[in-house]
């Protein structure tokens, strides 16, 4: 059984920083790689983040390069998302996912297990 819980998000004021884990209950974790998305209210939930199988790759969207960055630790069998210069567009539920292998990717449809999210707010 795959399951993955997020922790980390809150309330934060624009320009601060915020720091996301992802606890993966997943058999061979380190042959996956793993994915962050965002769903703000009334939109379609968005890549953020993708991180290869070992770590050695990342690929994030255009919107958050620069400001967010994609880690994981296959010892604990998580993966982070560090959060920097927090904008109030980046409010949303955010989603830590696995990947169906173990090249990032950037399509819901290649991700077969989602958290149930964590929020993040970030006041202007």
């Known amino acids: 059984q795959v399951v993955l819980v997020e922790s980390g998000g809150g309330l934060v004021q624009a320009g601060g920083s915020l720091r996301l884990s992802c606890a993966a209950s997943v058999r061979f974790f380190s042959t996956y790689a793993m994915g962050w998305f965002r769903q703000a209210p009334g939109k379609e939930r968005e890549f953020v983040a993708t991180?290869?199988?070992?770590?050695?790759?990342?690929y994030y969207a255009e919107s958050v390069k620069g400001r967010f960055t994609i880690s994981r630790d296959n010892a604990k069998n998580t993966v982070y998302l560090q959060m920097n210069s927090l904008k109030s567009e980046d409010t949303a539920v955010y989603y830590c996912?696995?990947?169906?292998?173990?090249?990032?990717?950037?399509?819901?449809?290649?991700?077969?297990?989602w958290g149930r999210g964590t929020q993040v707010t970030v006041s202007s």
């Open positions: 996912a696995k990947s169906r292998a173990s090249g990032g990717a950037t399509m819901t449809y290649e991700y077969d297990y």
């Open positions: 991180i290869s199988r070992n770590g050695g790759s990342t």
